[in-house]
C-alpha cells in the first residue's frame, strides 16, 4: 500500500521534504495546482514564509483543495511555517491561514537572538530516545483546545501537536537525517 504523500511547493523547504519521503521509499510528489492536492492521499505543508505560502494558497486555489482534502480525513503534516498555516489562531496578526487545528501560535517565539537551534526532544509515540530538531525562526504553540495534543515540549514551549490526522510541529525534520518523524506521519496516513 504505497499512499500518495503530496509536498506543497509553493516556497519554503519542500526539497527537502520530498528527499526524504523518497530516501523512504514513498509515492511523495511535489504539489500546486488543486487537482494535484485532490490526488493525494497526504499532504505536507513545508516550512519557509507562512505569509507567502498563504497568499500563494490563495492565488493558486489551493485553499479550497486543502480543505477538502481535511474533509476527507486525509493526514496534514505542516512544519514550521506549515505548523502556523494550520492554526485557527495566530497571535497578533491577521494573515491568510486554512485555520484547521484547534491551537494558537506565536509566530517568530524564539526572538532574534536565538534564530536558529537545535535541541533534543522526547516525542510521544516516537521512540528509541529523543529526536534531534532544528528550529529556524520558529513558531511556538501557545495554547491548544478541543481534541488537540501536545506530542513535545522543548523547555515549557509547546513545540508538537496533533489533532486527529493533522500534525503540526514548530521544527524541521528534514533537515537531519533521523527519519521517525516522518515515519510517525507514515503510520497516521497507514492506519487512515
Ligand atoms: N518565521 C516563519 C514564518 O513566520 C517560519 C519559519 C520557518 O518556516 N522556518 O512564516
Request: include cysteine.
Amino acid at each position: 500500500m504505497n499512499r500518495r504523500v503530496g509536498i506543497l511547493a509553493l516556497q519554503g523547504d519542500f526539497s527537502e521534504h520530498l528527499a526524504a519521503f523518497k530516501g523512504l521509499n514513498c509515492h511523495a510528489v511535489p504539489v500546486k495546482h488543486p487537482a494535484e492536492v485532490r490526488a493525494c492521499d497526504a499532504l505536507v505543508i513545508p516550512g519557509g514564509e507562512s505569509t507567502t505560502i498563504g497568499k500563494l494558497c490563495q492565488r493558486f486555489g489551493l485553499d479550497e483543495a486543502i480543505v477538502e482534502l481535511s474533509e476527507r480525513d486525509a493526514p496534514i503534516w505542516g512544519t514550521c511555517a506549515g505548523m502556523i498555516l494550520l492554526a485557527k489562531e495566530i497571535e497578533a496578526s491577521e494573515q491568510w491561514r486554512l485555520g484547521l487545528m484547534d491551537i494558537t501560535v506565536q509566530r517568530n517565539a524564539f526572538g532574534r537572538q536565538v534564530d536558529s537551534f537545535e535541541a533534543d526532544l522526547a516525542i510521544e509515540g516516537v521512540t528509541s530516545g529523543p529526536v534531534r530538531a532544528v528550529f529556524i525562526r520558529a513558531p511556538v504553540v501557545t495554547e491548544v483546545r478541543a481534541d488537540a495534543r501536545v506530542l513535545a515540549r522543548f523547555d515549557d514551549k509547546i513545540v508538537m501537536v496533533r489533532q486527529g490526522n493533522l500534525l503540526a510541529t514548530a521544527f524541521h525534520p528534514e533537515l537531519t537525517d533521523d527519519r521517525r518523524v516522518q515515519q510517525y506521519f507514515l503510520n497516521m496516513i497507514n492506519s487512515s
